[in-house]
């Protein structure tokens, strides 16, 4: 069974451009989830899909990062526009169930760097 | 949410038995402590999962106390493949479902 992928493994862009990242979870995995870690920081939470239904996006920074997960499948977070303090690591787990037991997957990373 | 509390880092060497402890003294009555292991250049793989007492699977032994206030993550013969850091997860309350949140975690580095 494959896992979580993410697309692109890095990305480097200059301050003010806009990137897209996507994350393909674990088939028939409702939950969708993406984190991100910057530079000597903890990994923080961002937001999470039920599907194709934002449940939490307490975690998202500020309106310049939109997360779309249209169809309830695949899941892009744009970043618009990008900023300095935006680099870091950024993953996407994804979960079949609902549950606080729920273990979340995690895909590999896109390493986001903002010159 | 629960915060918890792990050592930086720790040294062992092959064959040795690691344990790892986990302090999470909030923990909540429906929370679950997990814990994943992460490579660099990886995401967070998970380890082992448990509510009470023990648990064990093909990687590790996870033993939580009664009180459920700490937990500790048991690697039997650890090998070189083993360093990496190792994070320790309560569930978190917010809305029911399990939005991780993640500390710093222990470094293993296991040395030959």
């Known amino acids: 069974e494959a896992g979580v992928t993410q697309f692109p493994s890095h990305s480097v862009i200059e301050k003010g451009q806009t990137v897209t990242l996507r994350c393909d979870p674990i088939?028939?995995?409702?939950?969708l989830y993406w984190y991100r870690r910057v530079m000597g920081k903890e990994i923080k939470f961002l937001l999470h899909?039920?599907?194709?239904?934002?449940?939490?996006e307490s975690g998202m920074p500020n309106n310049r990062f939109l997360a779309e997960r249209t169809g309830g499948t695949y899941s892009t977070l744009k970043v618009q526009p990008a900023e300095l303090e935006d680099s870091g690591v950024y993953f996407c787990?994804?979960?079949?169930?609902?549950?606080?037991?729920?273990?979340?997957?995690f895909g590999p990373g896109t390493r986001l760097t903002v010159l | 949410l629960a915060k918890t509390t792990q050592p930086i880092s720790m040294d062992s060497y092959e064959g040795q038995e690691v344990n790892i402890t986990c302090s999470h003294n909030?923990?909540?009555?429906?929370?679950?402590i997990t814990w994943y292991q992460q490579f660099p250049s990886q995401g967070p793989r998970f380890i082992i999962q448990?509510?009470?007492t023990k648990v064990t699977n093909e990687v590790a032994s996870l033993f939580i106390p009664a009180d459920r206030k700490s937990s500790t993550l048991s690697l039997p013969r650890v090998s070189l493949s083993d360093t990496a850091v190792y994070y320790c997860?309560?569930?978190?309350?917010?809305?029911?479902?399990?939005?991780?949140?993640f500390g710093k975690g222990t470094m293993l580095l296991v040395s030959p």
């Open positions: 997860l309560v569930g978190g309350p917010n809305s029911g479902y399990s939005t991780l949140t």
């Open positions: 909030n923990i909540a009555t429906n929370d679950y």
């Open positions: 899909f039920v599907k194709e239904s934002k449940q939490d």
């Open positions: 787990a994804s979960s079949p169930g609902t549950s606080r037991s729920d273990t979340q997957y």
């Open positions: 448990g509510y009470k």
């Open positions: 088939s028939g995995h409702d939950n």
